[in-house]
Every structure is written in structure tokens, then in C-alpha cells.
């Protein structure tokens, strides 16, 4: 955990000051070394909350992109179980940065216990989610949306497998991965996938940025422009041009 209770006050991990767990209570020993990020560990071996998982740079990464005082929000379940969601934005938006693999019950478990939430994902963990999802993408047929985006089966890729049957928001980061495409930017790139019925999925790649200022102020989540139909060469021709055309078409063909 990012943080512990150090006299009541939320503290990040620092070495030789001991604290509480913000979930149950129980103390914290802070874990200061020089291969992991620095984070408070339980004294015990069982943690307070069972769908938490170890914290990566990534997590750390995406969590330092809001308010410290929306960071590790406890929350008590009515059987007394304590879960404590990443990030908890001022509307009540909860934001789950899933690395670790997760199983349908405990997605589906956390998706009814938060109500409002999204979930970001790291498409890095298993090497093959790249490029099948890569691969899925060149065969696609463009989705009819606002928005530049792909439509999908949800046995296209292994990734978007794993995360269909869901009914809240999914969001593939795979870093800054090269998609070879001329008006996709290298980087500050993520997937936002919507789910639709009969095994589809529309994906489309949104700015990061824009997914982060959504939730830290409202403003619309941006994706890029739909690519534009050629003019139709009849309507470019002028005047007599045009009149010929017009004349040649209707002529019989042998």
C-alpha cells in the first residue's frame, strides 16, 4: 500500500516510523528497500482487503496522476469485509488499475460492490496480448461511431477475451507500443473497449490524458476524427466536364 496512518495522519512508506493499516487498523511496517517502489506492508502476513494485489510502478504511475486524497479509499461491505478501491474520484467515480490476472466472480464481485466504477488495465503482462490485439486490429472493419474505431470480436484477441461479460467501462494500456499507424500518436495512447451484444466490441484509441482529465475535472474523453470519403471524381469535374460524364455513363456497354 501507498499508504499508512502515522499518528493518524496518511503518510507514504519512510524508513524507521511505523504505522496503521487505513482498512483494519492492524500496524504497518514500512518497506524501504532499493529493487521495489517504496510501500507499507502489513506486519502480518494477511492483508485486510483480498482483492488487493502487489503494487507496481504502473500502478503507482497511474494512481500518481490524481489527488492524494483520492488515493486508497477505504471501504466497509455489509458483511464487514474491507476493500479499499485505487482511486475514488470527487463524483464518486472508482478507478480499478488491474495487473494481475482476475477471475469472472471477483470482477463481477467488485463491479456490484463499487456500483460506478471503470477499470484501466495493463495490455504488458502476458507477452502474446499485444500482438494478438495488434492483429485483430488489421483485419477489423472500422465501427460506425464518432469516433475512429474498430469493431471487434470478442474472440479476436486473448486480452479482450478475458474482459468481456463485464458492464462497466474497460481501458487497454499497453504503454507506449507502436501501432504503426501515421495518425495514431507514439505516445499518451489507450484503448477504450465498449462491449455490445451478439460477442462484438468496438475499440477505440483515446488520448491518455484526456481519460485522466475526464476524471479529475469532467471534460469529454477525446478520440480522433473519423477518416473522411474522397470527393466523388463526378461531382469534381466542372461544367462540360461533368456534362460528359453524366452523358457516358448512360451509354451501352459491349
Known sequence: MKYALVEGIRLEATTGVRGNCPGCSSPMIPKCGLKRLHHWAHKSTVACDRWWEPETE???????????????????????????????????????????????????????????????????????????????LTYAPSAETKARSWLLSDQDSAIIGRWRGGSHPVFLDFGDADFSSPWLPSTGLIWWLTYIPRGRVIATPVHRQSVIDHFLSGTPIRGFGRLKPPPSRRSALPGFEAYRARKDARRWRF
Open 58 to 136: 504502473w500502478h503507482r504511475g497511474w494512481k500518481n496522476q490524481f489527488p492524494a486524497e483520492w488515493q486508497e479509499i477505504r471501504h466497509i461491505a455489509s458483511n464487514g469485509d474491507v476493500h479499499i478501491a485505487d482511486v475514488k474520484s470527487a463524483s464518486g467515480s472508482v478507478l480499478e488499475f488491474q495487473y494481475s490476472a482476475i477471475t469472472p466472480e471477483e470482477r463481477a464481485a467488485r463491479e456490484a460492490f463499487y456500483g460506478r466504477m471503470v477499470w484501466i488495465v495493463n495490455g504488458n503482462r502476458l507477452k502474446r496480448d499485444l500482438p494478438s490485439f495488434q492483429e485483430a
